[in-house]
């Protein structure tokens, strides 16, 4: 038997506590967490710990979204596509999404783009757009489905990521993909994810040149993972087993977030 943990500090209220602890989780988490009935004796049952405290609910959360994201891994089937549809159910226009406004948005110089390659792969040289052009592309008509609550559907022209790893000559047996972005943006994909057939280095939109609304030069499209998780601009790609954390991974958004 594990021993209690049991932390007492006098006048806290432990329903409002759960209740604040639970603020920590992104919103969809939040909100499944709360329908399931969470309370400071559930959160105890799991860790054989007394939460009597922030600290140790905020401690406690951190575990929890580790848990899920373990959880989420495993039961990935790797071969499972996400839903395609046919070109009437194009959302048009597509939303435009980011942490920041449309104005704010990345302007990168196509002529001059590099898309720089490190890590664990056996061939480190850059590539311009160009040459991405010139490889087998495949279209997907596929729904975005956002952490805010809505979903659009989109028709995306690319690479498949893991045809192009391949080619480099990556260890598919890394744990991670690593991507950073012209925004500042950062995000880790798991290897499983990354080679996924619907998993693409995304070039084109619609029919058209991937707009600078939704990635321009590149972003990569995965459509078996919440829309956080779908890096645009994308200026480098890591293929590493080292966790580097993510922009709002760092803020305690699940890693793994499947759909």
């Not at 948005?105 to 480190?124: F, M, N």
């Amino acid at each position: 038997m594990f021993g209690l943990k049991r932390l007492i500090i006098p006048g806290v209220d432990k329903r409002l506590l759960a209740r604040d602890a639970t603020k920590m989780l992104p919103d969809p988490s939040r909100r499944r967490f709360l329908a399931g009935g969470a309370s400071l004796g559930a959160l105890t049952l799991l860790t054989g710990c007394d939460v009597v405290d922030q600290v140790s609910a905020e401690k406690l959360l951190v575990q929890i979204s580790k848990f899920n994201d373990a959880v989420q891994a495993a039961i990935f089937d790797p071969e499972q596509l996400a839903p395609s549809f046919p070109e009437s159910a194009i959302t048009r226009p597509f939303p435009f999404n980011a942490f920041y406004s449309l104005d704010e948005a990345p302007r990168v110089d196509g002529d001059q783009y590099r898309l720089e390659i490190s890590g664990l792969v056996g061939d480190k040289s850059s590539w311009s757009l160009a040459q991405l052009a010139q490889l087998p592309q495949q279209t997907q008509i596929t729904r975005h489905v956002c952490v805010e609550g809505w979903s659009a559907i989109g028709s995306w022209t690319g690479v498949p990521l893991r045809e192009f790893l391949q080619r480099i000559g990556a260890d598919l047996r890394a744990n991670y993909v690593w991507f950073r972005c012209a925004d500042g943006y950062t995000s880790p994909i798991d290897m499983p994810t990354a080679l996924h057939p619907q998993t693409q280095i995304t070039l084109g939109f619609d029919g058209t040149t991937l707009p600078r609304a939704y990635g321009y030069p590149i972003k990569i499209r995965i459509p078996t993972k919440l829309g956080f998780k779908n890096p645009k601009y994308v200026v480098s790609l890591e293929v590493t087993n080292d966790y580097k954390g993510g922009y709002w991974e760092d803020q305690g958004y699940n890693s793994f977030s499947g759909l």
